[in-house]
């Protein structure tokens, strides 16, 4: 999926995590601060990028500040922040897009 | 009057000290009013200058302080600043706890005032600092009984004692608060002050406020006290304490106190005459709500509540279901103007309520304790000092003493705070050791220790939720994952002990 404008989803409240998206200059970038980067740092990346490449974003700039977010809710923000930056719909009925 | 000769007393030798003879000369008696002799004849100094020099006190000698003003402080700063400008080097500051307000020292560690640290723990800045390698010498961390009981044991020799006092009279009779006016500043017991005050080799009182003679019934009594300062100011009455430790709102707590006390109703320790303690933390004091309202429902009344007193306590108190009040420590307004009205709310020194080695000593007549954990382990370990990034950021407190002494010790610890888990495989530091912890309260379930069979028998007949310990730490883990291990160098920055003073885990420097 190709990114066309900034996505936002999230807030800064404590156990969320505020993800913000625009096109990449080829790759995957993210750049992380998280109250729990020292325990869980490299899990979010991870979490992250399972997560675009999920939904086949592969060229992205991700901008990710985690209140200690759980990794249910790091997808559910990613997968928001692709649909917003894509421009698609998402379909909340399924797993889909 | 008969002239005496020494030689002829029999066996004079044997009579201690009888080797002088009466002189009437030597006797001039003061007939000065009262009035006039505590202005021209007491022991105020004019200055903590002076104090220091009066005190002989040296370089490498130990100095002690009390934590009764918490972050309101201004007695730590003030003395070391004062000490560091006479040019003091290599100190060992022994405080019973420190905490944020007390940042400044780290400059005085920079600058060799302080060479080292003993206290029940550490906040803010300064923990940070320490953490990350600030001090050569190991910071020491006794629980509030250890350090009474190393007090007593003469284990932590204390040189001068400098101890804060919202009231004192010319003499030392010193109190934690003023009974004659409203104003002032207002901390209740001085329970740990009194164990440093009686053992210390000298005892220095600063108060802002002197008052007449005499200052009864006293926290420090002057037959302790070598001289007195007068300050403008010695705290912060708002980082001392508030009004009332309200009740929290938050409904995980809540949920946690409601399961806490569920557990004490099922434990067979409540009785008449039963005895408990409520720790600090949210869910720990909300615990108090639930008792009372059983108590009055079941027409049961305690014999004692002890420790760390809050208003909640008082109310129960002055409700008639608490007999009598053992307070070490008051956290709030409330409490402190009872500890000053009600004649069973009693200040009790920090040796009185947990010293290791007295068998009468309160903590051991404990029925139930409520505690609260930063971090819970499948042995049932506590980790109440560093946090989950391995930085030190609280205090052992009398958690281990209560622990140790109470029948039947509850830790409430939610089992993940944000994404941090709290019942874990291994906590970063042992405090409390699993042996002497019987139930944890999670907002997931309870565990009991597999020692305490016929207490688990009783939760479980008594149908709360209960779990391994192991299955807890399993749920925990499913919610948020496993977080990667901190980082450590082999620097050790702090040395915990037990209350006998054994060293149970040590503290590392931090990797940035």
Known sequence: MELKKVG???????????????????????????????????????EILATLESMGVNNARVTAVDKGALDCVIRARVKTAVCRAAEVEYNWGGDGQ | MRKIDLESIPYREELHEINKVFNV????????T????????????????????????KNGMTISFHHHFRNGDYVVNMVVDKLAEMGYRDLVLAASSLTDCHAPLIKHIENGVIRRIETSGLRGKLAEAISHGLMDVPVVFRSHGGRAGAIEKGELPIDVAFLGAPSCDPYGNANGYIRDTAEGIMCGSMGYAKSDATYADKVIIIT????????????????????????????????IMTGA???????KELLMAELASKVIFASGRFQDGFSFQTGTGGASLAVTRFLKDKMLEK????????????????????????????????????????LRDNRFHHQISAGYYASPYSEGTAVNQLDVVVLSALEVDTSFNVNVLTGNDGIIRGAIGGHPDTSFG????????????????????????????GKTVDVVVTDHGIAVN????????????????????????????????????????DKVVGVVTYRDGSVIDLIYQVKD
């Open chain 2, 25 to 32: 000369k030597k006797v001039t008696k003061n007939t000065r």
């Open chain 2, 299 to 338: 027409g049961i009344k305690a014999s004692f509540a002890l420790g760390g007193i809050t208003g909640s306590i008082v109310e129960l108190h002055e409700q008639g279901l608490i007999k009598r009040i053992l307070d070490v420590q008051s956290f709030d307004l409330r409490a402190a103007q009872s």
């Open chain 2, 406 to 433: 109470a029948s039947v010790s509850i830790v409430i610890v939610p089992l993940t705070r944000g994404r941090i888990p709290c019942v874990v495989k291994q906590v970063n530091t042992v405090v409390t050791p």
């Open chain 2, 245 to 251: 430790t309200r009740y929290t709102t938050n409904p």
């Open chain 2, 34 to 57: 009262l009035a006039e002799r505590e202005i021209h004849h007491n022991k105020i100094v004019g200055s903590l200058e002076e104090a220091e020099q009066r005190a002989g006190l």
């Open chain 2, 450 to 489: 597999p020692l305490r069979k016929v207490l688990r028998q009783r939760m479980i007949d008594n149908g709360l939720p209960v779990y391994t310990i192991e299955e807890l730490q399993k749920k925990a883990e499913q919610l948020v994952g496993v977080p990667d291990p901190v980082q450590y160098t």
């Open chain 1, 8 to 46: 936002v989803s999230g807030t800064l409240e404590s156990s969320d995590v505020m993800i913000t998206l625009e096109p990449g200059n080829g790759g995957i970038e993210i750049e992380l601060s998280s109250t729990v980067e020292k325990q869980f740092g490299n899990a979010i990346r991870r």
């Open chain 2, 208 to 239: 802002n406020h002197i008052v007449h003679y005499p200052n009864t019934p006293f926290a420090i009594p002057e037959s302790d006290v070598d001289y007195i300062v007068k300050v403008d100011e010695i705290g912060d009455p708002a980082g």
